[in-house]
């Protein structure tokens, strides 16, 4: 069964400390990974799109990488302002192209 | 650019009642998708739409949903005979085409008394 497990559910962070959010996917055939802002009340920002292992994506403070099992959203010197739910999500082989299997999303909170 | 709009906002109804919700797409987007998202969960997936079609309606959870998209653009998502257990927030959401990025709306929540 594909299935997307996003870790950890929740991480604090101080304004400036780096840290990283995981993406792992158990999927029939990987055709892109996905990562999504989403903020409290609103839908899903798009973020990254990621097609294969070794790929890698950057947007001001944030950069996803992909492995052939796993993603990471790294962020770099983050502010309060980054503070929302990150959602990964994969596009699987066996299903339809418009089926994006989600994770449980990790909350972010950045403190100044 | 106007994003994807969906009314209402918030609806509120009684077990058993019949509900549609809507959905006005990026224009140009000719993709459509429907998920819901339970709270502290991620969107799951209900339905898309390439054109006027359902190109993969497998997410429905029963034959109570329904979905449409008569001429391409607005999407209306219907539900007969309501239950508690349909309480979510609908994401509605377009891309410009199947495998570009998709733009959600913010929802409708539902919550079914």
């Known amino acids: 069964e594909d299935q997307v497990t996003q870790s950890p559910e929740a991480l604090r962070l101080q304004e400036g400390e780096s840290s990283s959010l995981n993406c792992s996917y158990t999927v029939s055939g990987l055709r892109g990974l996905f990562w999504y802002r989403q903020d409290p009340g609103k839908g899903p920002e798009f973020l990254f799109t990621l097609y294969s292992a070794g790929e890698e994506k950057e947007k001001e403070r944030l950069k996803a990488t992909l492995t052939k099992k796993e993603s990471f959203l790294h962020i770099t010197a983050p502010k309060p302002e980054d503070s929302a739910t990150y959602l990964c999500?994969?596009?699987?082989?066996?299903?339809?192209?418009?089926?994006?299997?989600f994770g449980k999303g990790t909350k972010l909170s950045v403190k100044p | 650019g106007a994003g994807v709009s969906q009314t209402p906002s918030n609806k509120v109804t009684e077990k058993g009642k019949y509900v549609e919700l809507r959905c006005d797409p990026i224009s140009g987007h000719t993709a459509l998708y429907w998920y819901r998202q339970s709270l502290g969960q991620g969107p799951e997936f209900l339905i898309y739409?390439?054109?006027?079609?359902?190109?993969?309606d497998s997410g429905l959870p029963n034959d109570r949903f329904f979905a449409v998209r008569p001429e391409g653009s607005v999407s209306t998502l219907k539900i007969q005979r309501t239950e508690r257990g349909d309480s979510a927030v609908y994401l509605c959401?377009?891309?410009?085409?199947?495998?570009?990025?998709?733009?959600f709306g913010n929802g409708t929540r539902l919550t079914v008394t």
């Open positions: 999500a994969v596009q699987a082989g066996g299903g339809s192209q418009g089926n994006l299997i």
């Open positions: 739409f390439q054109g006027t079609g359902a190109a993969d």
């Open positions: 959401a377009s891309s410009l085409w199947v495998n570009s990025p998709l733009h």
